[in-house]
C-alpha cells in the first residue's frame, strides 16, 4: 500500500491541474483510494484527511462519510466518529448501512461519555460533565432500543450489517449503567442470557453482572437466574465432539 501511496500523491498535482469538470471526478476518485490505502495501513489521521477531500458529488460520498466515521471511531475520537455517523444518518436515511451507522452511533455516546466521566476531576466541570453524559447515554438508550425491538432478517435475506438487536439489548445495559441505573442494566444483562446462553454476548453480559453484583450487592438473583448464568459457564467449556 506504501508504493500506491506514493504513486497517487505524486499524480494529484497533475489531476488538480486538469479543467475543473474532469480534475474534479479524477480527484475524487484518487482521494478515496487514497483515503483507502491508508486505512490498510492504520494511519486514520491520513485516511480521514483524503477522504474529507472527496467532494459530496461523489458517488460513494455515502460511503466516504460512513468510513470517516469509522476511521474516528478506530482513532479513539468517538466525539467526531458520532458527529459522522451523525452525517451520514442524516444525509441516507435508508441506506442498507443505517442499522450499523445507528449502533455505532450508540456506542460512540456511551466511550465518550465514560472517557468524559473518567477524565473530569474538580466538582464544576463534574457537573457540567453529568449533564453532558446523561443526555449522551439517553440518546444512545434510545437508539439502543429501538435497534433491540428490531427482528432478525429473515434468512437469505438482508445481511449481518441489518441485525444488531442481540448487540444492542447488551448495550441497553451499558447505557443504564451510565445512567446509574443498576436494578435496569441487571435486567437487561439478565434479558440477554435468558434469551440466549450459547454466544459471546452473553458472555459478556454474564461478566458486566458479576461486575454489578459486586458494586451492588442489594440486587437479587432468582433460582432461574443462577440456572442460566450456570448455563452460560457450560457453553463457554463445553465442547462438543463430533462423531462420524
Same mark, same amino acid.
Given at each position: 500500500?506504501?508504493?500506491?501511496?506514493?504513486?497517487?500523491?505524486?499524480?494529484?498535482?497533475?489531476?488538480?491541474?486538469?479543467?475543473?469538470?474532469?480534475?474534479?471526478?479524477? =480527484?475524487?476518485?484518487?482521494?478515496?483510494?487514497?483515503?483507502?490505502?491508508?486505512?490498510?495501513?492504520?494511519?486514520?489521521?491520513?485516511?480521514?484527511?483524503?477522504?474529507?477531500?472527496?467532494?459530496?458529488?461523489?458517488?460513494?460520498?455515502?460511503?466516504?462519510?460512513?468510513?470517516?466515521?469509522?476511521?474516528?471511531?478506530?482513532?479513539?475520537?468517538?466525539?467526531?466518529?458520532?458527529?459522522?455517523?451523525?452525517?451520514?444518518?442524516?444525509?441516507?436515511?435508508?441506506?442498507?448501512?443505517? #442499522?450499523?451507522? /445507528?449502533?455505532?452511533?450508540? /456506542?460512540?455516546?456511551? #466511550?465518550?461519555?465514560?472517557?468524559?466521566? =473518567?477524565?473530569?476531576?474538580?466538582?464544576?466541570?463534574?457537573?457540567?460533565?453529568?449533564?453532558?453524559?446523561?443526555?449522551?447515554?439517553?440518546?444512545?438508550?434510545?437508539?439502543?432500543?429501538?435497534?433491540?425491538?428490531?427482528?432478525?432478517?429473515?434468512?437469505?435475506?438482508?445481511?449481518?450489517?441489518?441485525?444488531?438487536?442481540?448487540?444492542?439489548?447488551?448495550?441497553?445495559?451499558?447505557?443504564?449503567?451510565?445512567?446509574?441505573?443498576?436494578?435496569?442494566?441487571?435486567?437487561?444483562?439478565?434479558?440477554?442470557?435468558?434469551?440466549?446462553? #450459547?454466544?459471546?454476548?452473553? /458472555?459478556?453480559?454474564?461478566?458486566?453482572?458479576?461486575?454489578?453484583?459486586?458494586?451492588?450487592?442489594?440486587?437479587?438473583?432468582?433460582?432461574?437466574?443462577?440456572?442460566?448464568?450456570?448455563?452460560?459457564?457450560?457453553?463457554?467449556?463445553?465442547?462438543?465432539?463430533?462423531?462420524?
Amino acid at each position: 500500500y506504501q508504493l500506491a501511496i506514493q504513486s497517487i500523491e505524486k499524480l494529484l498535482p497533475k489531476i488538480e491541474a486538469l479543467g475543473q469538470k474532469e480534475g474534479n471526478e479524477i =480527484s475524487a476518485r484518487a482521494h478515496y483510494v487514497l483515503g483507502n490505502c491508508y486505512r490498510k495501513e492504520k494511519k486514520w489521521d491520513y485516511a480521514i484527511k483524503a477522504y474529507q477531500q472527496v467532494a459530496d458529488g461523489y458517488q460513494l460520498s455515502d460511503f466516504v462519510k460512513f468510513i470517516i466515521a469509522e476511521s474516528f471511531r478506530d482513532l479513539g475520537d468517538f466525539e467526531n466518529a458520532a458527529l459522522w455517523y451523525k452525517k451520514f444518518l442524516d444525509a441516507h436515511p435508508n441506506h442498507f448501512k443505517v #442499522s450499523e451507522a /445507528q449502533f455505532q452511533l450508540a /456506542q460512540c455516546y456511551i #466511550s465518550s461519555s465514560f472517557a468524559l466521566d =473518567s477524565a473530569m476531576q474538580n466538582t464544576n466541570t463534574a457537573l457540567t460533565s453529568t449533564t453532558q453524559t446523561t443526555n449522551k447515554y439517553k440518546e444512545a438508550l434510545e437508539i439502543l432500543l429501538a435497534l433491540a425491538g428490531q427482528p432478525p432478517a429473515p434468512f437469505g435475506k438482508g445481511d449481518k450489517n441489518s441485525d444488531y438487536s442481540r448487540e444492542a439489548a447488551y448495550y441497553i445495559g451499558k447505557a443504564y449503567e451510565g445512567l446509574s441505573l443498576l436494578p435496569n442494566a441487571y435486567l437487561a444483562y439478565v434479558k440477554v442470557i435468558l434469551e440466549k446462553t #450459547s454466544d459471546s454476548t452473553a /458472555q459478556k453480559a454474564l461478566e458486566s453482572i458479576n461486575a454489578l453484583i459486586s458494586k451492588e450487592p442489594t440486587l437479587k438473583v432468582t433460582r432461574e437466574q443462577r440456572f442460566n448464568f450456570g448455563m452460560v459457564f457450560v457453553c463457554l467449556f463445553y465442547k462438543p465432539v463430533i462423531v462420524g
